[in-house]
């Protein structure tokens, strides 16, 4: 018995006596591709063979559809075979990719075969969602027309019959088709009504970006663009007959009114200026008829309203208005400002993605409504998404119903841009396949054709000019002064010379989009600057630093991933660091400066710029703007404080200025970014520590009360330490200063008002180490030595000098003090299962740490600690996961599988209270755990309980042992469990960076490729 899918398949053939080609082959499919790249074009020469099949296929076709008699097929079946026989001649022609030699022929369509010939090519037409108005569709047949002239004046004409005062009627105007030679007759203009694109002198577009280049082929062709210019200037309509120059005329009144975008609800949606021409009308595109070429046959049709207020006035290509209309409907830049993270921002684009989303999709939305409401006003035929969707929808099912198969569809064009809540985007695409006849691209560019024949066609360019009733023509003389075209390519010939512009070479490497964010602003400035920059933009893995001239300089933008490694765009550059470095022995004098994006809450705080920042002085680069700069995503989402303040050394060196090279970043500038990063931070109180007994490497747990604020499975926290009171009052005294209230006397008016107290207590880590000591030859010009080695507060209290000292004075000792710093944990608990608002944090002590040794042994359950939410989760996709999880992780690396494992066994709790049963649909999780022997209590409850609910299907417990067996080893010993579990299935990896890296290495061992790149999303790691 036959599948439904071969009948449909059978039936379609039988259907279609000839299917074009879709592109796609047993091991290539296209249907992911915009454009299919052998899609059928017009305007080739074809094999006898090939025209006569579909000549034939054509005439079968009208016989099906009744508009021949059988008698009546029969007879222009012989008439056609005959028409052929008499025009056969031999052309050059493409077979199979093969230029060869062969017969061709062609034949006369009767108007009534091109009309039903043009409604089915419509019909066919898998890109179009309005095809169910095939039917509708109206032939003005123009294949008597054989100049330029007759093709522009006639077109307009009849376009101004088919719009029908805004009743549009579509209709097609098709002029002669291609004979066995030549082009056939051409279009330059895309469509009959086209938008201007200038390209400023800042590299800027005034109008459509889609037009520029059409825009300045037509100034060659002799149109003077108006003055002044603007973004909605209409393109004079240019055609082209076969063997003759161009001919052009303005868009008549009747045409070029434009339909004014406003909304009912917002006033603002007026200031905006926004406009768009009354209907859309091909004409670049030519019918693929029974064998029979139309190479120029415009149809006109009407717009459904996501064409302009989703695509054309709302694309980032094209006019990008979205940000635009997202303040007429109340988007303020500087509401966002007044929230320190976003303080230093300058445009919508630099707010994290979720913002912008939220208001890009509000502003397409109301501006898609704008359009359609606009087009009502107007009175000019404009179909809705939800109409149309529902239309096409109708239209194929009654078509499978009838004919036992559906419509050819591509889903990329079908499905309207507003995606999922357009019940057609869920409908997916009909079989791949293409019939004839159909509506097809030029396989020449009208352009391209003119500059090859335009020294052997004597004709001049020739412009219509409509004087009352009459139409005038002049003759053009087009503009070749400024651009020679030899082979359809543009060279500049001025008699100047032109200056070769300065190549500036910018690669980034990011993991999400911050450093790619920061690295397009960096080209976008660079574009403005003054001196025409050119710019070489790309991804760090392609940087070839034997290609970079020592006079261009290199700017690089990098992101470091949460185990100090570069992103997956930057590692095969990492990779090649330490052969490269030798290679080049300090050899590679490149002109560099690098701006690094981290998290000062990770220990790998901006390790890869770091990293590349040596290797390029290795290498012999010499650093400009400062070599190195570090942004920091804890105190900014987006760090464009400190991006803005790297810029300024950047363009100074790259426009010679220099004013800022010299320069240092203000000290009063990191306490105010410290000031704004502790606005995001939140008060919470100590519950609990435990065990009581603590040492060197051993876990603590400690129980938070965050204040209700609730926080997801696997999710982590920064958490901040103070300086106790105590210590505050010694460093404070130490200094001379008597009243902790007294503010700090910040030159920088901006700054907060901040009392000392505050300061030392919030600000200033007394536990570190002073950055320089550099203010201690002003404090002691005596030469005087005294003990500098210890802490901040040590330092201060072996210098009783320093009770004297002057405000200026005492200024640049604070400022000399480093920046209390976050650390960042992963949460160890569920909410659901420990209570809302509650939070349990694993904490390995080390001996001297800051957080986890000096802070917690100075607080005691009651006393506050400070904490913000880190918004990246990188197991966020496990926690609802249906896949099977293998879970592999050592010491505090546990927290994050633990809170997971709550989650699950609190689900199961709740059910059971309640006398239910419930099943999970993701399978147990299989666990690889390490610990020291010592710990082992704070793994072993919750692995207990989560065993005895089922929720593991292997669980291998690794304490610290004698014969050095680690976690890795007991994955390896399982390999056949592992390899089968994870063909579908997840794996999490948490732990010390070595165990980490080693985890992957044996992984990529047993499954033989990288299974980092092998799982892809499906394999996550964590670092502790």
Known sequence: MQSTQVCEF????????VLASTGCTPQFCQAGRLIHSDEPRVGESRP????????????????????????QYTARHLEVLKALKESEVLE????????TVGKTATWTQTSEELLHGIRIAWKNSRKCIMRSHYKELDLCDLRHITTSVGMVKTVIEEAIKAFNQGQIRP???AFPPRSTSGTGPMFLSKQLLNFAGYQQDDGSILGDPSNVELTQDIIELGWAPPEPRSQWDLLPIVAMAENDAPAWADVPVELRDLVEIRHPRFESFQKLGLKWYQFPALSRLGFDIGGVQYTAAPFIGWYMDAEIGVRNLADPFRYNTLPEVAKALGFDIENYKKNPEYAEIEAMEDLPDYEQ???????????????RWSFLQKGVSCIGTLAASSDWTRFDDEHAAKHGYRLNSDPYWIAPPQGSIVPVWHRGGAPNYQPKPLIARHRLDPVKSWRRRRNVVKAPVTRLVKVGEEWVTKHITPVQNSLCVENGTKSLTNAVPTIPKKKVHIYYSSTGTSALKLAEKLRRRVKELSGGFQVDFNILNLLDLRKIKPSDPLLMVVSTTGDGRFPANGAEFEAAMNDRAMEYNGTHAVKYSIFGVGDSAYPTFNAASVKLHEFMTAAGGIPIAKGLTKGNTAVEALPMKAFNRWWSFVKDSLTGEGANEVATESTEDQCFEHHRMLAGFNTGRLLSKSPSET????IVMITMDLGGMDYIEMSHLRLLPYNTPEQVSRALSALGVSNASQHVPFKDPTMPNLSYGEFFQHYVDLEGRFKDLAWLPEAFPAGDRWDTNGTVLEVLEHLPALQQITGDLRMKVCFDMPLLRPRSFSVASSARYVGTGIVEIMVRLHKGGRFSDKF????APGDSIRYAPVTIVPGQDLISSQKHLIAICTGTGFAPVRSLLQQKIQILKEAESQGKEFVFQSPPISIFVGFKTHDEALFE????????????????????????RRVQHYVEDNKESVLTKIRDGSIYVCGAKAMVNDMAAKLSDMIGGDVRQSLGRRYVEEIF
């Not at 059978?10 to 006596?17: A, D, F, M, S, V």
């Not at 016989?63 to 008698?71: H, K, L, N, S």
């Not at 502003?363 to 704008?370: D, F, G, I, K, M």
């Not at 409850?941 to 014969?963: C, H």
């Open 10 to 17: 059978q039936t379609i053939i039988k259907n279609n006596p």
């Open 48 to 71: 006898l063979e090939v025209v006569k099949q579909e000549a034939l296929g054509f005439l079968w076709q009208l016989r099906q559809e009744g508009v021949y008699t059988e008698d």
């Open 92 to 99: 050059p022609m493409m077979v199979d990719g093969v230029k």
């Open 171 to 173: 209709t097609v105007f």
């Open 357 to 371: 989303l939220v208001w890009l999709s509000r502003a397409q939305a109301e501006l898609n409504y704008a359009v």
């Open 695 to 698: 040492g060197e490497g051993r």
């Open 856 to 859: 917690l042994s100075a607080i």
């Open 941 to 964: 409850e919750t692995l207990a309980t989560a065993e005895r609910y089922g929720l593991i299907d292997m669980l291998l417990r690794v304490p610290s042992n004698k014969q050095k």
